[in-house]
């Protein structure tokens, strides 16, 4: 089957999707859940091939690509944090009484036919599959090649779990090459919206190439700064924690900002704990008057190192950070450590950024630990949907216009008055 | 200047705007409104020049041009709407509590920079530059070269009415050439969004040429259902409206779908009363049958004729008529006639477009109809803003995390737990 036959197939799917009660969406997550509990053994052997076949990646790769009891007690955990969010289908946004007997209704809906290109992490799969069909959505999956028989497994299961309870025929496809990926990008009558997960240079190739609009981020730069009103020892905690906790993850920092009255005491301090972690420091000058560090260059500024190294420089005050990050940074999560609430809102409200932190890691930045049971990705966008993306940002909305004969000659002619009369 | 230039000023005035408070800006509103009443004769004599040199030009397009005491009236009242309007600024959308200390808000903020493209239409100038001083957004302006004395007129009252209200400077930009656009085109460093208004290769070719998001719409294919339960006096009524009202907009309709149980009786009806207004019917075999009709080729169907014609086309079913429109509409405006609630409801809820109506005219999907107050265009993108965009569709959001020191490793690890406990 080609990828134009398979997304014409989701279109169609797609007008039954949208009306799909929550109860037959929530009977086929649970289906779901079922399924994956009963097939685990198949799956984990699947994954056993696409492990024996990984044998020469590196550690950190290789701990993506596994899939055991662990990582499928936490899909069912994300399964049952969905099944209990509401349906987001069919919520009224607004209404507004335009004149006696004219109503009109804005209601969400979902986007219709997404297609989602994502990394070796079969975790994704379960993730992306379960939040489409909450959200009515069909979609086209395209997972790295490095997990492709746990992929395929996990696709039949789900696939066939979600065919028990209803979901129509063609709403979820599976593509496997890289060339159905390029096909894809074409689709712009069947395919509503694309979301692309992977390196900075993957995502950036996606927009560059489709005309379909593209929801995701192209690269994690984040920052953490730590302001003159910093608690000392939370600063040191945070930054160490945004950037080691994992650092091969979009929204580890990349930056450490530090005010100059609170650098020459905590800069020590944060140093000394970053390099417990090995963490390689490159400095600004005046970073490097107060701690050893490697000379940064302007290139440390733009670089998403998504490793154990940190650019660090000392700013002379908070309009300084601001601009910084937002010259700099990739919008994406960006924190303030400060005791200060006034520089805390300003900070917030200057950085243009979709994650913005006061006193907290960056490694917040997640659909799981928003309370959004999962998500299809981080975006960076600055229309549609920002920062982690559960159920909403897998809706739009339509406007439903309930009239009794209305015509717009009798209001242009001055016969009729809108009323305009807000309902909620 | 340049237009990178200008979108560099625009750009670092967004993190100005997107700070605002509710009443400096409602002041640069008022301001605005009592400016274009001072400096009334001097905009009425530069729309003069612009009209003098449009006297070529069909009767339709000159009407369009012209911005006189009435249009200048309707822009005041569309003014005062916006003031009244809530500041769509700062919202607070979504609230957790992710943990004791550790509070998530999802804020509404300006989209930040805003290009837009419009066509001769002086009145256009008006209500965007007043949408983006509401919503906190900065803007570029590209407006109709035929109206080029007017939009220039507008635009030095309307920014030296907001400098005196303390908008920053560089907000608003004028731009003036077709190579200006071009250039903008390019600038996805600074600037968020791009508003094309215009014809569909106009936008398409604006679609194509930019890896800035675009909101908007290429076509307006709208369509007409009249269902077999169909009042035939309201099928005349809102047909005839829908179609001849103003030809030469976006919402008018196109094609008219009639049930075959409905046809005999109606067709003929709605036939006369269109061919009071001369309206071209381009008929499909069946209606050949019924009344006199040019024959309907497969190209009328795909047809946006924006003139006195409409194609019209027998269908056996209310699932035929929503293919059909799923099939060649635009996914701008369609509405169905019909008294039987549950047919309504299912061409509501099938029907993948911006507006869906029953029992009205597709005429009714404007942004001053709906009560935004004024709109920057209609929107057929099935992700952010569709329908007539208002101030709504000019916003977006970020989360806001207020922490006291929590670091993800504490979560990851098991010491603490998340509460995700919704406060509203």
Redesign the interface.
């Known amino acids: 089957m080609d990828t134009a036959y398979k997304a014409e197939c989701a279109k169609k799917a ?2 039954v999707c ?2 799909l009660g929550e109860e037959l969406k929530n009977n086929a997550l649970s289906r779901i859940a079922d399924a994956l509990k009963a097939d685990a053994q198949k799956i984990f052997d699947a994954n056993k091939k696409d492990l024996d076949a990984a044998e020469g990646l590196p550690a950190p790769i290789k701990k993506r690509l596994v899939f055991n009891q662990s990582k499928l007690d936490g899909c069912l955990d994300g399964i049952a944090q969905l099944i209990s969010l509401p349906d987001p289908n069919g919520r009224v946004l607004m209404q ?1 009484l ?1 004149d006696d007997g ?1 109503l ?1 209704k ?1 209601v969400s ?1 979902p ?2 036919v997404i297609g989602v290109v994502f990394e070796a992490r079969p975790d994704a799969l379960i993730q992306i599959s379960t939040l489409c069909i909450k959200s009515g959505n069909c979609c086209l999956l395209k997972g790295g090649s490095e997990t492709k028989h746990t992929n395929k497994a996990l696709f039949e299961v789900i696939s066939g779990a979600i065919a028990d309870a209803g979901i129509p025929e063609g709403a979820m496809q599976l593509l496997e090459s890289r060339d159905d990926v390029k096909e894809m990008l074409a689709l712009n009558k069947s395919i ?2 694309i979301i692309p997960r992977g390196s900075n240079a993957f995502v950036q190739y996606i ?2 190439n489709t ?1 379909i ?1 593209v ?1 995701g981020h192209a690269d994690g730069i984040c920052h953490v700064y730590v302001d003159k009103y910093a ?1 000392p020892d ?1 600063a040191v ?2 930054v ?3 950037k080691t ?2 650092v091969s993850v979009c929204n580890a920092a990349e930056t450490l900002l530090i005010h100059k009255d609170a650098a020459s005491k905590i800069l020590p301090m944060i140093a000394d704990k970053l390099r417990q972690s090995s963490v390689t420091i490159y400095g600004c000058e005046r970073t490097r008057e107060i701690i050893d560090a490697e000379p940064a260059t302007e290139q440390d500024w733009k670089s998403e190192y998504l490793d154990y190294k940190i650019s660090v420089r000392v700013v002379d005050s908070l309009d300084e950070a ?1 601009e910084h990050i ?1 010259k700099y940074g990739s919008g994406h999560t960006d924190a303030i450590i400060t005791s200060d609430a006034d520089s ?1 809102e300003k900070f ?3 950085v ?10 960056t ?3 997640d659909g799981f ?3 959004f049971g999962a998500e299809v990705g981080i975006s960076t ?8 993306v559960g159920l909403d940002g897998l809706m ?14 009798d ?2 002619e001055g016969r009729s008055q ?1 009323k ?1 009369t ?1 309902l909620d």
């Open positions: 797609s007008t949208a009306q507004t335009l004219l009109l804005k809906c986007i219709g509503d919206l927009i560059k005309s609009p929801l608690d939370m905690s945070v160490n924690d945004s906790q994992y601001i937002n805390a917030l409200n200057s243009d950024s979709a994650n913005v932190y006061v006193n907290c890691s490694r917040f930045a630990r928003y309370g966008n600055k229309i549609h949907a920002r920062g982690p739009i909305y339509k406007y439903k216009l309930y009239g009794s004969g209305q015509i717009v000659a209001y242009a809108f305009h807000k």
